[in-house]
């Protein structure tokens, strides 16, 4: 993995955190429901860099084994497996003190697309160093 | 001598009157009870418990439970499977807002006490026994319903238990 890549990925991470936290703070102000024993900043942040550094893992594999066609086949990729990834938080069974747990997926399900977003936001300002 | 049966009577009447006065006590739910229900997948509770408890270890024969439900406030900590669960496929909750339980006899037993009673449940009305304790001034109770009993299944979820645990915990006051 070179240093490129998991700058990248750590950026990407860092900005969907915040992301993130910007938009829990949004929908707690429109709905009063407080999801904080789930979701709360500090989880916010190590999920989405932890799924931005292995986002990176996975491009430098690709880009690795496929060259030029590995970015191509990571963003499919990524875009793929993040839209997958809308079922965690629809499907999850939320302790039974949380209220609404109906409104649940309203707050992570937008969350879930955040890390892939802020990768493909900042990647054009990465790709000359990497290639 | 001829005024003696008289006598008797009145005073076997006099006693016999008495025990009118003996009443069960009346207890009141209070808050922090729990209604739990375990069928594999969902696990869930239900809020919303509300009644008349009339309970005295001392007179069971005067004690009676008439407790419901509501319906729609099961919650399986999951929004796709509370709603399922509150639609025509199960619960049916617009049709069967709620859950009654109206017991007819109380009797001890060696590890507390049971209620024989009616459970009204999905449109379905079914004799039932609940063993229950009460210690510190809760009730607590475990016990198996079997849902089929009560129409409860939608013919889509073979591997789901039939017998659905349930398990009732009710801190009361007077």
Known sequence: MTKTILFQSTISGILAAIAANIYDRIYY???????????????????????????????????????????????????????????????????????????????????VFFPVIAWMTIDPLFKKGIN | MKKQPYLLATVALIVASAFTFIQSQDWKIANGYSVKFDAGDPTGEFTGLKGTIQFDEKNLAGSKFDVSLDA????????????????????????YPTIVFTSSTISKTSSGFEAKGTLDLHGVKKEIVMPFTLVNNTFAGNMEVNRLDFNLDDGKHPNMPTAVKIALSVPVTK
Not at chain 1, 68 to 88: D, E, L, P, Q
């Open chain 2, 72 to 95: 729609t406030t099961i919650n399986t900590g999951n929004g796709m499977k509370n709603t399922h669960a509150k639609g025509a496929n199960w619960f049916d909750v617009e049709k």
């Open chain 1, 29 to 111: 102000f429109a709905t009063e429901i407080d999801y904080s024993n789930i979701i709360n900043p500090v989880s916010l942040i190590g999920y989405n860099l932890m799924v931005s550094l292995i986002a990176g893992l996975l491009y430098w594999l690709l880009t690795s084994f496929f060259k030029k066609r590995g970015a191509i086949i990571f963003n499919f990729v990524y875009s793929v497996g993040s839209f997958a990834c809308v079922i965690i938080p629809i499907s999850i069974t939320l302790p039974l003190t949380t209220p609404f747990p109906e409104l649940f997926p309203g707050l992570a399900v937008p969350m």
